[in-house]
């Protein structure tokens, strides 16, 4: 994890980063806004697989210096992703769960949500998002999902993750206003989950 | 005249960044607002910037749209409702000039609306973000000056002083005497200081369908309410929860829905009403007119 | 008809064509130069780089000259400035006990090595105006004698001499301090904040403020027996590390003034009695603020020492909250900005209430 590739060898970052990462944002923003409907990401990037073009470009927007990544081992933690990451965020990657502002996850990890930072009572800001890699989205069907930032109810498929997953969400969502907030993300776009979206079947 | 268009910009400001913020002091907000979207109505500490603008004259307002606003926005700013007030008119520009937007006066062409003091009167929609300035974030700092206790008040949700302090006007006066900067309960859980609106504008805030950033420059603190989200005004039973009005309409258009300002016309106590909300005073003179 | 007020892009425009023509003042006087304030307005340069927080005296001038004088406008100006600078290092600690002194006093020992140095000071001037420098030239001031500057000489600090016979407490981290200083202009202060915060705070802190709440713990809101152990002025290196070469370089030589109180401490039953230290710093000759910092930081750590906290200075959350003199004067006038909808919505409800005891003051008669 420690070798630093070549800046030749590197795939890019955005090609305009500062108009590029307020765009991403924006869509960050709308997606925990509105929670489980699903935004587009308006600027790509070609980044080193496994990370996903949606998470990477989540996470060029949104970790530095001062928000370190963590990469799940079961695939994402490689030296092409990890050397990306710190030549174009410049940011820490680490491997204690607890000390990651941002996690990224493949689906299939997700269902041991154990040891990120979840806040304090006092501070609960101070806990991870988790960008969780998943084969595909849609809007309208799978579980149903209430709370803020959404009207009435609303349904989103997430495919790909496990039932441990849900069952952690939902401890999660018990632990407010402590808790994890979760983006789901996905070739066609990324949908959001924070702390207080309330999911049923 | 009332523009009809959005106005672009021009000449903006060399050797500056875009929306004049760095990109790191950028991503810093950007994060903070996240967290505060996904804790509604919970103040989130932030590392406020010194702004070249003074403390208390919207610098976390600033900092919040500087890091919200992209080149496609187009952006409104209002001061006591009205676009044209001095303050309004410098915070405009500043964005202008530094961000390269378009700016508007029409409330349903801006995707940005920075404010203080004022919820537009024209319903918002999912299509726009209204940037609140803050003067005092924290709603329980009358009851208890401290911080470091006001933290532990939110953090058990332990709201009985406020409730005391309403109920306090009640018995003394009859009624709840706070008129602006009306304290709010956001989703059942968080009290919040909606900033100094009027009392008038609180309903607006429940299950709006448009996100609500506020940013407080001086105090360090942004805080969110996300679209549709309950937010209530406290109140008690045998005391509900009870807006301004007026016996007067407004003397420009004849509204009698909209929060008015009072305008003294002569020193033998003459007074007349207009809106306050000059967008929406000029919108219905002008449907008035085109009408007749 | 009534129309409403507009116009204030047009008014704002105007203003500062006033405000240019007025901080120009009569053009038959030549302007004044950035050399100028920067050689003769010495002082006000430092406390701008100060409270400012950065150390750059020709961008103190020119703000000082911008701001027409008013330092806490040009105070904020550079503070301003100084949030669009990059962060390229982090600087080693400076070592005062190696400065080259131009002044250094101690009330505390009539000799000690290094010696008393009087240097540049209003202490003894009797304040008397001086009408020739009234005169169109004042450049016949006498010449003085300068001792030879000290070069690479350590003059140990005060407070070093006691700690060689443990009277005073060592400086070392406590219980609440990071072992890194924190960074007040990247992180938002919080509550109990640890000694470097504090003192970062307070080294930007405003002068007058500082003043006047080191003045009460003098005069019993928070008595803490001080002693001016050692104030001295003079240069200092600043050193960094950079990654590439992992050793420190030189990078520059900064003027700043130290000040080291010695106060006197009963001591407890886990520390036995000893002196406790206070301590300010301040960039150029800033004595006056040093000193006020020093009484000021001793107070705070009143509740590290186990002392009553009962006076306005010895409470954390208050001094520091409102220190900071950008902050204050922002806020204290933004009162000046249209309230009308506050108001407004007071005048509904106090007349509401008015017309509801009128009410009851006539049934009362009534009855
Ligand atoms: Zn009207």
Redesign the pocket.
Request: aromatic share 0%; glycine share 8%; hydrophobic share 25%.
């Given at each position: 994890m420690t070798a630093i590739p070549h800046a030749s060898d590197l795939r890019p970052g955005f090609a305009d980063p500062v108009l590029s990462g307020q765009a991403v944002y924006r869509a960050v923003l709308k997606g925990m806004s509105y929670p489980g409907r699903l935004q587009a990401l308006p600027a790509t990037v070609d980044a080193p697989p496994p990370l996903s073009p949606v998470a990477a470009g989540v996470l060029l927007a949104l970790a530095d210096l001062d928000a370190p990544v963590w990469l799940d081992p079961a695939g994402l933690a490689t030296d092409d992703v990890a050397g990306w990451l710190r030549f174009h965020c410049g940011c820490p990657v680490v491997e204690d769960r607890a000390t990651a502002a941002f996690a990224v996850l493949d689906a299939t990890s997700a269902a041991d949500l154990e040891g990120f930072a979840l806040g304090t009572p006092e501070y609960p800001e101070r806990s991870a998002t988790l960008i969780i890699q998943v084969p595909r989205l849609a809007e309208g069907e799978g579980h149903t999902l209430t709370g803020p930032g959404i009207k009435g109810s609303t349904r989103l498929r997430a495919e790909g993750l496990p039932e441990g997953f849900w069952r952690a969400l939902a401890d999660n969502r018990l632990l407010f206003p402590q808790g994890l907030d979760v983006i789901l993300a996905a070739p066609e776009g990324l949908a959001c989950l924070p702390r207080t979206t309330i999911v049923s079947e | 005249m009332q523009p009809n268009d959005a106005t672009q910009a021009q000449d903006t400001l060399d050797g500056y960044n875009f929306a004049y913020l760095d990109e790191q002091t950028k991503r810093m907000i950007r994060r903070a607002t996240l967290k505060a979207v996904a804790i509604p109505g919970y103040q989130v500490p932030f590392a406020g910037r010194e702004m070249p603008l003074p403390y208390g004259w919207g610098t976390g307002g600033i900092q919040v749209t500087a890091a919200v606003i992209g080149p496609d926005d187009t952006l409104k700013v209002i001061d006591q409702g009205a676009d044209d007030t001095t303050n309004a008119v410098s915070i405009r520009r500043f964005f202008a000039r530094t961000a390269g937007v378009a700016t508007t006066e029409r409330t349903t062409q801006a995707s940005l609306i920075q404010t203080r003091h004022r919820i537009p009167e024209a319903p918002l929609t999912e299509d726009q973000i209204l940037v609140y300035q803050v003067p005092i974030p924290e709603p329980l700092r009358w009851m208890e000056a401290r911080e470091s206790e006001t933290r532990k008040m939110h953090a058990l949700e332990e709201y009985g002083v406020m409730h005391v302090k309403l109920y306090e006007d009640i018995a003394h006066l009859g009624r709840i005497a706070t008129s602006y900067d009306y304290p709010v309960r956001v989703n059942g859980r968080y009290v919040m200081a909606p900033s100094p609106i009027p009392k008038f504008d609180n309903p607006k805030m429940d299950m709006m369908p448009a996100l609500q950033l506020f940013g407080a420059g001086r105090e360090k603190r942004i805080y969110a309410v996300p679209p549709y989200t309950r937010v209530e005004s406290l109140d008690f039973e045998d005391h509900p929860f009870e807006v301004q009005a007026w016996d007067e309409a407004?003397a420009?258009?004849?509204?009698t829905d909209?929060y008015l300002d009072e305008v003294v016309i002569d020193d033998a106590g003459g007074r007349m009403f207009?809106?306050s909300d000059t967008d929406?005073?000029t919108q219905?003179?002008a449907s008035r007119e085109a009408a007749e | 008809m009534y129309v409403a007020v507009k116009g204030g892009e047009r008014a704002i425009d105007n203003a500062h064509r006033l405000l240019a023509e007025e901080r120009r003042g009569d053009r038959a006087v030549p302007a004044l130069s950035l050399t100028q304030i920067k050689e003769q307005m010495t002082l006000a340069v430092d406390r701008v780089m100060t409270e400012g927080s950065l150390y750059d005296r020709d961008l103190a001038a020119l703000a000082i000259k911008q701001a027409r004088g008013d330092l806490v406008e040009a105070i904020f100006l550079l503070r301003a400035y100084r949030t669009t600078l990059p962060r390229l290092a982090v600087s080693e600690p400076v070592d005062t006990a190696r400065m080259t002194i131009r002044r250094r006093v101690s009330a505390t020992f009539k000799d000690l090595p290094g010696g008393q140095v009087l240097g540049p000071t209003f202490d003894y001037t009797h304040r008397l105006m001086d009408f020739k420098l009234a005169a169109e030239a004042d450049d016949d001031a006498e010449p003085c004698e300068r001792g030879e500057p000290r070069q690479d000489e350590t003059v140990p600090r005060v407070a070093d001499l006691l700690g060689e016979e443990g009277l005073i407490e060592p400086e070392v981290p406590r219980d609440g301090d990071t072992a890194e200083p924190g960074d007040i202009t990247r992180e938002p202060l919080e509550f109990p904040a640890d000694r470097s915060t504090r003192l970062q705070s307070l080294a930007r802190g405003d002068e007058g403020y500082l003043l006047g709440l080191a003045y009460s713990t003098q005069r019993g809101y928070g008595r803490n027996h001080p002693f001016a152990g050692e104030i001295r002025m003079g240069d200092v290196a600043v050193e960094i590390v950079p990654e590439e070469l992992g050793f420190a370089v030189e990078i520059g030589d900064i003027t700043v003034t130290e000040c080291q109180m010695i106060n006197q401490f009963k001591g407890s039953k886990a520390a036995p009695p000893q002196f406790t230290r206070g301590y300010g710093l301040t960039f150029g000759q800033g004595e006056r603020k040093a000193m006020a910092m020093a009484l000021v930081d001793r107070s705070l750590r009143a509740e590290e020492l186990g002392e009553d906290l009962t006076a306005p200075a010895q409470d954390a959350e208050f001094v520091l909250s409102h220190c900071d003199n950008v902050e204050a004067s922002g806020f204290v006038q933004h009162l000046k900005l249209p309230h009308y909808v506050d108001f407004q919505g007071e005048l509904v409800t106090v007349r509401a209430l008015r017309r509801e005891h009128e009410r009851k003051e006539a049934t009362d008669a009534a009855e």
């Open positions: - | 407004c420009l258009c004849g509204a909209s207009v809106c929406h005073c219905r003179t | -």
